[in-house]
């Protein structure tokens, strides 16, 4: 009856990860909030028109990535290998929906 | 091969079919027919009887903008050969009746009310013709995917009553159950009709979580179509979107490089791991095996770890793309894969010795919600629910796609039908998992992972099956400009809710959770 | 476990026992998700991830509950069982909505079945983004709307 016992299921030791306390990094392939290296962006839109979900939105001056809309599909990365990395942070979490949104600026 | 053998089944048509069709060809191993409306039932008949065929999906396409009419596709399987018969069957001019599949073969039921909602066509003579998927609320004379509905209009609400199946007699009454249910799953409603403890009928009614996918698949592109087959049902994300991918290269003539395939054999079997571990952990928790749960909890957590450290995501998602897959394999990824699945089997076969030798579970689930033989064959079961009623039937052996034609692996089955054979069908479908992997890693070939799509010319129409942890589904997509015409999904689940539905019956309702857990049917693949 | 760990383990039992006076109670409600969002509530409660470390509860039913955590992009045909859901949670209670498809509809906004996210219908505390989000994100998701809750109160 008590053959579980042997089985090695109570042997486990404590399996709970601390977080938030321990941080739970996240992975190299990641798939986090995308991000733009302005430096070496040409304004080509190439992530716009390859978003599924119209998250990037190309402005005068800046460029608008909102977490409200994004799916985390790397389509924008795929289009712009240059230009575009997928970010590893994911406490992304926002009191209101203009916290949202990341706007990248040129310098 | 497979062509002669189709040839053999148009030969032996019968003539009442063979009058009825004005075109038939056969390409590599698809029979496509054109047929008049009225020699469907014929033609579906004699394939179910003769041919032992299974229904694969049948759906109706809106042409009225260039052939004025609305048109019928049947899509069937005979069993033990590798190829489908398609049937397409135009509607004559303006009209909107075609006469019910469902009198000759059960499993067209859900079908033709998804064709009546969507498309305002009537089956005359189909037993049920009440609304499935949109709910009393939407107004008449609306049908979303005619191609004269825009995707973003939204009707105003109307007054309407749906009527529950009724069971009258003495000592009789209903238990309401739904859409917003006691565990964290998905929305559906449960009407029970019980009498004391047993339940004498149960009526699913589905259509909470539909979200327009087909509609919108029409005006998604092909490229992001992808990401909005993951989406249609959350945990079967790679069997989705291989699906989607697998048609549209179908229809492009892309030829997907070796290496891509073995990496999306490994992925699927990722896919069916995590939710397998999890399938079998719910029945442990619905029988109150706490021990057994929270391990078999605990092995789903560290699969879909081992997801997010290969992809990104713990889900699954962003893994195949149009002709290929994203991210190749590193030799560091399959030295991470091979080590997690040593430790995965030894905990597995652990959890499994511990669930199997507790008398108190067995007891729960020995005999508990028998799906018999029969009723799976009629109502066209899929997966590991039909696997457990002794239908050997499994896609990935007898429609191979991706890397699954060189791999040896069996299609573990059972007799049983009851929960106890659904749970051990699913932990020798793990196994067959763990040696799957390692076969595909192994015979893991050099070169590139992805080809470049090529056009998708407009007009043609392929159709994709792919195993998902739930069983077969179905993707058929019709060309269209840049994005598909007509693209119909059919989930495992939209088969198996009929089954469980029977398979209730008799049983008390406090087995009902636990039954179920063990055919864990999608809400959302159902709905789309 | 460790001291500093047990530290933070009572911080925010107190914070949780000053703004409800006990633990906090959770009703998940999917509004139309692709089941994925659902996988990861599920996965708070495993072993490893484990949120009842915190009193944090996933109850069966809202009228136990303080939060709703609101996934999908609200369906046409959930908008009543939500709106039902919402009458029944005593106040005072907060809304979480989890989840691309929640805030803003995700890759389901715009089409005729679906509303485009829960703040078209319902008052939202916090935003989780998140396709499905880890359980991490949720995690902290949910300590952020405490935190909105304690302004508040």
Request: proline share 6%; aromatic share 6%; charged share 25%.
């Amino acid at each position: 009856m008590f053959k579980f016992l042997k089985l090695g299921v109570l042997k486990k030791g404590v399996q709970t990860r601390d977080y938030p306390r321990e941080r739970a990094p996240a992975f190299d392939a990641f798939l986090g909030l995308p991000m733009v290296d302005m430096e070496r962006c040409d304004r080509c839109a190439a992530c716009v028109s390859a978003c599924p979900v119209q998250a990037i939105t190309m402005l005068p001056a800046e460029i608008e990535i909102s977490a409200e809309r994004c799916i985390f599909c790397a389509a924008c990365v795929e289009a712009c290998p240059g230009a575009m990395t997928m970010g590893k942070e994911f406490e992304l979490a926002s009191l209101s929906r203009d916290g949202l949104k990341v706007v990248y600026r040129r310098g | 091969m497979s062509g002669e053998g189709l040839r053999s089944i148009v030969r032996q048509l019968p003539s009442e079919v063979m009058v009825r069709i004005d075109r038939h060809e056969i390409e590599g191993r698809d029979l496509r027919l054109v047929i008049r409306p009225d020699g469907l039932v014929p033609l579906a008949g004699h394939l179910r009887k003769e041919l032992g065929a299974r229904l694969v999906t049948l759906h109706a396409t809106d042409d009225r903008a260039l052939e004025g009419c609305f048109k019928l596709h049947l899509v069937m399987a005979p069993q033990g050969m590798d190829a489908l018969v398609s049937a397409t069957a135009p509607l004559g001019l303006g009209e909107w009746r075609y006469e019910s599949l469902t009198p000759t073969i059960n499993d067209a039921d859900w079908y033709e009310r998804e064709i009546q909602d969507m498309f305002g066509l009537v089956a005359i003579g189909h037993p049920d013709p009440r609304p499935l998927v949109l709910h009393e609320d939407w107004p008449e004379g609306k049908y979303p995917l005619r191609k004269d509905f825009l995707t973003g209009e939204r009707p105003p609400r109307v007054k309407g009553e749906y009527h529950f199946t009724k069971v009258e007699g003495e000592g009789v009454y209903e238990i309401p159950v739904g859409p917003v249910h006691a565990g964290v799953i998905e929305p559906g409603h449960f009407r029970f009709s019980v009498a004391g403890e047993p339940i004498i009928n149960l009526e699913v009614r589905l259509g909470y979580v539909h979200r327009g996918v087909e509609k919108l698949s029409e005006s998604t592109p092909y490229p992001k179509g992808v990401h909005l087959a993951e989406r249609i049902s959350g945990d079967n994300s790679v069997a989705h979107s291989t699906a989607y991918c697998q048609a549209v290269e179908a229809l492009a003539s892309c030829q997907v490089p070796e290496r891509a395939e073995h990496i999306r054999v490994v992925m699927l079997e990722l896919e069916r791991l995590y939710n397998l571990f999890g399938d079998i952990a719910g029945i442990a928790l619905d029988t109150a095996l706490s021990v057994a749960a929270a391990c078999g909890y605990l092995l789903r957590e560290k699969a879909m770890n081992l997801n997010e450290c290969l992809t990104g995501s713990r889900l699954l998602r962003s893994v195949n793309v149009l002709g290929g897959v994203r991210k190749d394999l590193t030799p560091n990824d399959r030295e991470k894969v091979l080590a997690t699945m040593v430790k995965l089997k030894l905990e597995f076969d652990d959890l499994v010795t511990l669930m199997l030798s507790s008398p108190s579970m067995m007891d729960r689930v020995e005999t508990t919600g028998r799906l018999t033989r029969e009723m799976a064959v009629d109502l066209n079961v899929v997966g590991p629910a039909a696997r457990a009623s002794g239908v050997d039937r499994d896609v990935r052996r007898d429609h191979p796609y991706a890397a699954y034609g060189n791999l040896n692996f069996l299609v573990p089955t059972q007799s049983g039908g009851d929960v106890a054979a659904r749970m051990r069908v699913k932990m020798d479908e793990v196994r067959e998992s763990f040696s799957l992997i390692d076969q595909a890693l192994d015979g893991m070939p050099a070169g590139p992972v992805r080809a470049k799509l090529g056009s998708v010319p407009q007009g043609h129409a392929a159709c994709s099956l792919v195993e998902s942890p739930r069983g077969e589904i179905v993707h058929w997509i019709m060309a269209g400009r840049g994005a598909p015409a007509r693209h119909k999904v059919r989930d495992a689940s939209f088969c198996n809710w009929l089954a469980m539905e029977q398979a209730v019956l008799g049983n008390i309702v406090p087995d009902f959770p636990l039954i179920n857990k063990s055919f864990n049917l999608s809400y959302a693949g159902n709905d789309l | 476990m460790d001291e500093a760990t047990e530290r933070l383990g009572e911080e925010l039992k107190a914070r949780i026992r000053r703004t409800f006076g006990r633990s906090l109670s959770i009703r998940e409600v999917d509004a139309g998700s692709c089941n994925g969002c659902e996988v990861e509530v599920n996965a708070l409660t495993n072993a490893v991830h484990d949120i009842e470390r915190f009193g944090l509860h996933i109850v069966a039913s809202p009228r136990h509950a303080d939060m709703l955590l609101v996934t999908g992009p609200v369906t046409r045909g959930m908008l009543p069982a939500l709106m039902q859901t919402y009458k029944a949670t005593p106040a005072p209670k907060m809304v979480v909505a989890m989840g691309s498809c929640a805030i803003s509809g995700g890759i389901f906004r715009g089409t005729y079945a679906t509303l485009d996210g829960v703040d078209k219908v319902l008052p939202v505390d916090a935003y989780i983004p998140g396709c499905p989000p880890r359980p991490q994100a949720i995690i902290q998701g949910i300590l952020l709307a405490l935190d909105r809750w304690e302004s508040k109160a």
